[in-house]
């Protein structure tokens, strides 16, 4: 919750609280992915709330947050199909589609706040790696070729203007490389 108690005395409280659930309520909280924790090393209860807690409300310095076993299993889409929603009035936290879901279509939710939903592929995939995974979803995959066809693009141009703008040998032996395997990425390739 809040920054009046330290990092310490919160997860000092949460183990009290782990250690009182019943047993199927406590293995089915450890059965929540840790990426906190290392390679051989046991899961801990601070690595799992830091990996699959919901805000339990608008984020502020005194939201509470809360771990919700099934929907801590829905997995991240940087255009997800659904929402969480936080009902204040009933203390219950909902799963809200947020546009149609074909049958036999996943569930998905945006694991990022809105601030870094809006960056970019590469930059979102730098944070979703400390959740223990890279995002390779349809809006990463269109967003990186949308990138690689924007640089084809501008390669193309500065090749076409080189008589006006010379370029260095070196270069335009670089830039026609590069153009190239962005055609190779995108499953093209240029006919001579």
């Not at 801990?44 to 502020?60: C, H, K, M, Q, V």
């Not at 589609?97 to 960056?119: F, H, P, Q, W």
Request: hydrophobic share 30%.
């Amino acid at each position: 919750k809040s920054d009046q108690y330290s990092w310490e005395e919160k997860v000092k409280y949460l183990k009290k609280m782990v250690s009182g659930l019943s047993e199927k309520q406590k293995k089915k909280y450890f059965q929540l992915f840790d990426s906190k924790c290392l390679k051989g090393s046991r899961k801990s209860a601070e690595g799992i709330f830091r990996t699959n807690n919901f805000a339990l409300g608008p984020l502020t310095t005194d939201t509470e947050h809360g771990i919700f076993v099934v929907m801590s299993r829905l997995n991240h889409s940087c255009g997800p199909n659904c929402e969480v929603v936080w009902q204040a009035d009933s203390e219950c936290q909902e799963v809200v589609a947020s546009r149609d879901i074909e049958d036999g279509e996943e569930m998905t939710i945006c694991y990022l706040n809105m601030e870094n939903r809006v960056k970019t592929a590469g930059e979102r995939n730098k944070i979703l790696r400390q959740y223990g995974f890279s995002c390779s979803c349809r809006f990463c995959e269109v967003e990186d070729k949308m990138w690689e066809i924007e640089r084809f693009q501008e390669i193309c141009r500065i090749l076409q203007q080189q008589e006006e703008t010379p370029v260095q040998q070196h270069e335009l032996v670089e830039l026609y490389y590069e153009r190239e395997n962005i055609l190779e990425l995108l499953g093209s390739k240029l006919v001579w």
